[in-house]
């Protein structure tokens, strides 16, 4: 799975690379980090760009779904929480000019600020052509207008979409950053540094070396890794402080270890529901074969018996092979969600009657490779 802020001690590998983007940051108003889909980008931001912010910054990240205004408004709402007309205009976020009104705002308050928009492939991949042009046409204003830094970061192959929005050719001229894969030292330190911080170390040398055999070459091979490590730290040996040749061998080796846990996760489900665990990835996969965010309700609509399919998508869910999080949803439009019961909230008013819409995904696009069933299943 991906790294997250909170996971910033423990990212390790990535130090050069975080420095040299942030040189770039600080010389450009518009730019694009890309790289192959599992080089780690989004583990790349949260857990490396982000913490790692210069003196006087401030960031934000959105990813763009099926409603990109909504993404950067939910991002925004927490930044602003204390600024209750602030909070009220955030319910308007898609007219641009309130929107590139409510950024220049923000950023007035510190010295310089930035706005990352991972994932944002899926701007292309889950959105119509109106959205897209929409949404490229405002980080154009953010980054021309607003006064604000504004970093794409998207899989190398969608970068070309971009040329289509006049909006975004700076990305073309900048400076390009380019994540790609982590070299065998880069993964060395991500396996090993870690642990070592925890008073844990491999049992041999040997063993890492065999780690990082595993996954030479492979477009994945950091998110890779990174389960199955889990995976062994879940069976380390607290009392000799050690990460095991057994304990290895248990969980199936790093290529083996995510296949092994989503074959068992379907073992449990039972093999009876594996056309609800086929039809359930089906909905949640492009045509571009990357990940698609699904609100729950129209996942579940789709399968012949939501009240069998729910415990099975609940299962996916606790096993890490599916993500699921919340937004709140006041009114019949889906941009207006989590901030404006936020506002009514600040203003001490009775927020008016609310639901949950929970929003789900594949943990990681790895998975779309790493394991064979879901692989057959795709090809089919």
């Not at 930044?79 to 007035?108: C, Y």
Request: proline letters at 5%.
């Amino acid at each position: 799975t991906s790294y997250t802020e909170e996971d910033a001690e423990v990212f390790c590998g990535r130090e050069g690379e975080v420095a040299a983007l942030w040189e770039r940051l600080q010389r450009r108003r518009l730019l694009a980090l890309i790289g192959p889909s599992g080089a780690g980008k989004t583990s790349f931001v949260r857990a490396g760009v982000i913490p790692a912010c210069p003196e006087g910054w401030r960031a934000i990240v959105s990813t763009p779904g099926r409603a990109p205004m909504t993404g950067l408004a939910h991002a925004l709402a927490a930044e602003v929480a204390g600024d209750v007309e602030a909070v009220q205009q955030l319910v308007r976020m898609e007219d641009p000019e309130i929107a590139t009104a409510m950024l220049r705002r923000w950023r007035q308050g510190h010295g310089e600020a930035l706005v990352v928009v991972d994932q944002f492939e899926e701007l292309f991949t889950l959105n119509p052509a109106e959205t897209q042009a929409h949404f490229a046409e405002l980080l154009g204003r953010l980054a021309n207008d607003a006064d604000v830094h504004v970093l794409l970061s998207l899989r190398d192959d969608f970068l070309i979409r971009c040329s289509e929005h006049q909006a975004l050719a700076p990305v073309f001229t900048a400076d390009m950053t380019p994540l790609l894969a982590l070299e065998r030292e880069g993964l060395r330190r991500a396996l090993v540094e870690p642990a070592k911080r925890e008073g844990f170390a491999f049992e041999d040398d040997s063993l890492v070396e065999e780690m990082l055999d595993s996954v030479e070459g492979a477009r994945g091979a950091l998110p890779l890794l990174a389960f199955a490590v889990s995976r062994l730290w879940e069976k380390r040996d607290r009392e000799t402080g050690l990460l095991t040749r057994s304990a290895y061998d248990e969980i199936g080796g790093v290529a083996g270890a995510l296949a092994q846990h989503a074959e068992q996760t379907l073992e449990r489900s039972g093999l009876e529901r594996e056309p609800i665990v086929r039809e359930l990835f089906r909905n949640l996969v492009t045509a571009q074969q990357t990940r698609a965010a699904a609100d729950r309700d129209e996942l579940l609509s789709v399968l012949p018996d939501a009240e069998i399919g729910a415990p099975v998508l609940d299962q996916l869910i606790d096993a890490r092979l599916l993500t699921s999080y919340e937004l709140r949803d006041t009114t019949s439009h889906p941009e207006r969600g989590i901030v404006e019961s936020r506002a009514k909230d600040l203003m001490q008013e009775s927020p008016p009657p609310s639901r949950a819409t929970h929003r789900i995904e594949i943990i990681h696009e790895s998975l779309l490779r790493a394991w064979p069933r879901l692989v057959r299943w795709q090809a089919q």
